[in-house]
């Protein structure tokens, strides 16, 4: 073990826990993509990138029964964190799932993504490494609709003098009685 390897002949990290270990790049970290996620957009990353062995990038599994033992409660969240992670480009689906078993199989982008014969048409085709760049890309060089002039910040009805009083005349208080003597 001195020269950094076990007896099976397999390095090992005498500096850290042992066992497996999520590798997300810091390109992905750093992406506008992942900024702009929410809290738990960016939890269920995390629980989809422990589920990859590379080889299985393209079999991720987020359904609410696997989510579940991990401390997902809420199907409505996870259905907002998955869409956002679609839209960001991070997570990309292999094989739409359906009832009333068949789950859906999920690959993270910044890893290829390998050929299995259980993925729906079109799948291999569809994948692009580092889709979730293209958000970095889409929002250079961004500029209001209307140019890049400044605008008014009067009133829409124009700047006008306008009376002070209220449309029907002063308010007059009523004072009743004090009901301490």
Same mark, same amino acid.
């Given at each position: 073990?001195?020269?950094?390897? %076990?007896?099976?002949?397999?390095?090992?990290?005498?500096?850290? @826990? #042992?066992?497996?270990?999520?590798?997300?790049?810091?390109?992905?970290?750093?992406? @506008?993509? *992942?900024?702009?996620?929410?809290?738990?957009?960016?939890?269920?990353?995390?629980?989809?990138?422990?589920? +990859?062995?590379?080889?299985?990038?393209?079999?991720?599994? !987020?359904?609410?029964?696997?989510?579940?033992?991990?401390?997902?409660?809420?199907?409505?969240?996870?259905? &907002?964190?998955?869409?956002?992670?679609? @839209?960001?480009?991070?997570? *990309?689906?292999?094989?739409?799932?359906? &009832?009333?078993?068949?789950?859906?199989? *999920?690959?993270?982008?910044?890893?290829?993504? *390998?050929?299995?014969?259980?993925? +729906? %048409?079109?799948?291999?085709?569809?994948?692009? !490494?580092?889709?979730?760049?293209? !958000? +970095?890309?889409?929002?250079?060089? !961004?500029?209001?609709?209307?140019?890049?002039?400044?605008?008014?910040?009067?009133?829409?009805?124009?700047?006008?003098?306008?009376?002070?009083?209220?449309?029907?005349? %002063?308010?007059?208080?009523?004072?009743?009685?004090? #009901?301490? #003597?």
């Amino acid at each position: 073990m001195a020269n950094g390897r %076990a007896l099976g002949g397999k390095r090992v990290d005498a500096d850290r @826990q #042992p066992g497996g270990f999520i590798a997300i790049p810091w390109t992905v970290l750093d992406s @506008q993509a *992942y900024l702009g996620l929410s809290h738990p957009a960016r939890s269920l990353l995390l629980e989809i990138a422990r589920q +990859d062995t590379r080889s299985s990038n393209g079999r991720l599994l !987020l359904s609410s029964k696997r989510l579940a033992k991990r401390g997902w409660k809420s199907n409505d969240t996870i259905s &907002r964190a998955k869409a956002e992670l679609l @839209q960001a480009g991070l997570i *990309y689906e292999t094989v739409k799932g359906h &009832r009333p078993n068949k789950a859906s199989w *999920y690959a993270v982008t910044w890893y290829k993504l *390998y050929p299995h014969l259980g993925f +729906d %048409a079109g799948a291999l085709e569809g994948f692009r !490494l580092g889709a979730y760049m293209d !958000l +970095d890309l889409k929002n250079t060089g !961004l500029k209001p609709s209307r140019g890049s002039t400044s605008t008014s910040v009067a009133p829409s009805a124009g700047l006008r003098a306008s009376t002070l009083t209220p449309a029907g005349g %002063a308010v007059v208080a009523v004072v009743a009685p004090s #009901p301490t #003597p």
